[in-house]
């Protein structure tokens, strides 16, 4: 794999977090040379196949589990240092994927046990946020659906007024009226300039919509960290017949992420489009490669 050079500005006074080098080794699994930095005014998407180290790194960032090496800063605090641990967690809001409150308690009992870890919870804030979600406040927390669960998750993140939102897999499991709500609300936050948003999701058309940036993690290491714009000029899809494909020499293959043959030729992901487009010429279709395709093809080339 490549390690792009991350393209945002590395001053750490515009940087709400940055990793460098950072690196933790399990059993079967390596989470290596992961560099990347998060600017205030934008929301990074975070992709990667299922197991490719996305949790592993949210896990990392929250202080649930140690890095082997490597540097993280949060608001221009070393993670590292253990006096910085209360100032910069009280300063970020956290989504989970799944649900982790006490499921005998109420949404108004999980509320009261939350508020006093932080310092700038804003009551009326969490009341304007309950009841645009419409949570029943006397209701337990296992009676909610999943998207209300989520809703409650975003309710209690928010309402204290953070500066940093790491969101892992918030949208999973959620119907398009739901996401479109959630993604709704990080529009709405990150209008606040001074604020950052690291967003996990395997499901890269709610990143499409919202993302400015797109870490892209693949079997423990880094593939890019790139504006979406770059990743739209950088990645072309090409589908070409038989006769073409079998054409390719070494160097054409080269230029291909992976290749697919099919009943009717092959469709394939180049990173180099001018140089595809030289040689497939008038003889192949392109179109703008996806977020999902760049996983999938990244995926098979992995495979082989």
């Given at each position: 794999m490549?390690?792009?050079?991350?393209i945002?500005?590395e001053?750490?006074?515009?940087?709400?977090l940055?990793?460098?080098?950072?690196?933790?080794?399990?059993?079967?699994?390596?989470?290596?040379?992961?560099?990347?930095?998060?600017?205030?005014?934008?929301?990074?998407?975070?992709?990667?196949?299922?197991?490719?180290?996305?949790t592993?790194?949210?896990?990392?960032?929250?202080?649930?589990?140690?890095?082997?090496?490597?540097?993280?800063?949060?608001?221009?605090?070393?993670?590292?240092?253990?006096?910085?641990?209360?100032?910069?967690k009280?300063?970020?809001?956290?989504?989970?994927d799944?649900?982790?409150?006490?499921?005998?308690?109420?949404?108004?009992?999980?509320k009261?046990f939350?508020?006093?870890?932080?310092?700038?919870w804003?009551?009326d804030?969490?009341?304007?946020?309950?009841?645009n979600?419409n949570?029943?406040?006397?209701?337990?927390?296992?009676?909610?659906?999943?998207?209300?669960?989520?809703k409650?998750?975003?309710?209690?993140?928010?309402?204290?007024?953070p500066?940093?939102?790491?969101?892992?897999?918030?949208?999973?499991?959620?119907?398009?009226?739901?996401?479109?709500?959630?993604?709704?609300?990080?529009?709405?936050v990150?209008?606040?300039?001074?604020?950052?948003?690291?967003?996990?999701?395997h499901?890269?058309?709610?990143?499409?919509?919202?993302?400015?940036?797109?870490?892209?993690?693949?079997?423990?290491?880094?593939?890019?960290?790139?504006?979406?714009?770059?990743?739209?000029?950088e990645f072309?899809?090409?589908?070409?017949?038989?006769?073409?494909l079998?054409?390719?020499?070494?160097?054409?293959?080269?230029?291909?992420?992976?290749?697919?043959?099919?009943?009717?030729?092959?469709?394939?992901?180049?990173?180099?489009?001018?140089?595809?487009?030289k040689?497939?010429?008038?003889?192949?279709?392109?179109?703008?490669?996806?977020?999902?395709d760049?996983m999938?093809?990244?995926?098979?080339?992995?495979?082989?």
């Amino acid at each position: 794999m490549i390690n792009s050079k991350n393209i945002m500005n590395e001053d750490s006074n515009k940087n709400i977090l940055q990793v460098k080098n950072l690196n933790k080794t399990f059993k079967e699994f390596k989470l290596q040379n992961i560099n990347f930095s998060l600017e205030k005014g934008y929301i990074m998407g975070l992709i990667g196949p299922n197991g490719s180290g996305k949790t592993t790194l949210i896990k990392i960032l929250m202080g649930l589990m140690k890095s082997d090496s490597g540097d993280i800063s949060i608001f221009g605090l070393d993670k590292n240092d253990k006096k910085n641990c209360i100032p910069i967690k009280e300063r970020i809001g956290f989504v989970y994927d799944e649900n982790y409150f006490y499921e005998e308690l109420t949404v108004k009992a999980t509320k009261n046990f939350i508020a006093p870890f932080y310092k700038n919870w804003n009551e009326d804030k969490f009341i304007q946020l309950q009841n645009n979600f419409n949570l029943p406040e006397n209701r337990k927390v296992k009676e909610l659906s999943k998207g209300m669960k989520i809703k409650l998750s975003l309710a209690l993140a928010l309402a204290h007024n953070p500066d940093l939102i790491i969101m892992d897999e918030p949208t999973s499991g959620l119907d398009p009226v739901f996401r479109s709500e959630v993604l709704d609300i990080l529009r709405d936050v990150i209008q606040n300039e001074e604020k950052g948003i690291l967003f996990s999701s395997h499901i890269t058309t709610d990143l499409d919509k919202i993302a400015d940036y797109i870490t892209f993690i693949n079997n423990g290491e880094m593939v890019f960290s790139k504006s979406k714009e770059e990743i739209g000029d950088e990645f072309l899809l090409v589908r070409g017949d038989t006769t073409l494909l079998e054409s390719f020499g070494e160097d054409e293959r080269n230029c291909f992420i992976s290749i697919k043959k099919n009943a009717f030729g092959f469709d394939g992901l180049s990173k180099d489009p001018g140089k595809v487009k030289k040689f497939c010429g008038d003889g192949a279709l392109y179109e703008k490669a996806s977020l999902e395709d760049i996983m999938v093809y990244y995926a098979r080339a992995g495979e082989k």
